[in-house]
């Protein structure tokens, strides 16, 4: 028996069969896209004069990356973010604008001030005022679930700015008489006679000191952006990410005073021009490498005991 062509026919209703609205092109991510575009515009002078400052500085050179890196790890857990959803603004959302708008308006307020503003501390200031201000973005147009999955690579934008001057030379400070600690103790153990004030060190027949710049602050803060980073991609535990972080204390320290140590050994032994060897003048990057294989170890422990705890138990069998 033959159908007619009118029952195989099928009513097509539009609005189920009308292609679904690719996500890149929906209102909540264009205006999203437009918020951050507007801010990149708006922050463009401060922005260009970060990466001006940063470039030839040895200590912040780095900084230029920290945008890359953030995106890189979104990138990464891209799978695991969550839908687009068009809430109301938490206390969070309101809370960084609330702060991106303080510290905007402070900003202009020392730019344009008749009294001179280290450069230095209108670079931090700007940053945060734009880290605050782009996380606030995401909230008000992503929602607030997508600000918590990316609150992270977030919080990295932080270091994207420098130091205000004021933090910088506690940091150096810190790292200077710690560093001076650390060598005296190892001259202790070496049982060479020596006298130390402070970081002055009067060895036999050769004086040093340690100086703010021979602080080590330029490879410690590399480490310890190097533990953020490694922590968050390798480590589940949020305690063993803040384990993985302060350990750079101490392999800074020990770093740094071997360093001392090695330089106050060598122009004893061999003679007060080894202050001029490369080991003094270039022997940075060296130490930064020895001080990788402590922190390897650390971190290879950390990922092995975080794997055992992260293993699903089997169930005991029933007798």
Known sequence: MNESPEANTRTRDPKIDAPLPSPSRSPVLRNFWFSIAALLALFSVPLYQLVQFALPNELYSHLWLIPFVSLGLVWLNRSQLPQVEATRPDGWTLGLLAAGLVLSGWYLTL???PAPTELQNLLALV???FAALVAASIGFFLGSRMLRAVAFPLGLLIFMAPFPLVVEAMMESFLQHASSLTAHGMFVLSGMPFMREATYFRLPGFSMEVAPE????H??????LTSLVAGQVLLR???KRAVLALVVIPIAL????LRVFTIGQLCVRIGPE???SWIHRQGGPFFFLLSLIPFSLVLLYLIKTDR???RPTSATPLR
């Open 214 to 217: 021979c602080s080590g602050i």
């Open 254 to 257: 020990l770093r740094n005073g």
């Open 111 to 113: 730019a344009f001030s």
């Open 219 to 224: 490879s410690t803060l590399a480490l310890f």
């Open 274 to 276: 080894m202050i001029d």
């Open 127 to 129: 940053v945060y005022a």
């Open 308 to 310: 055992k705890a992260r």
């Open 237 to 239: 535990s949020p305690w």
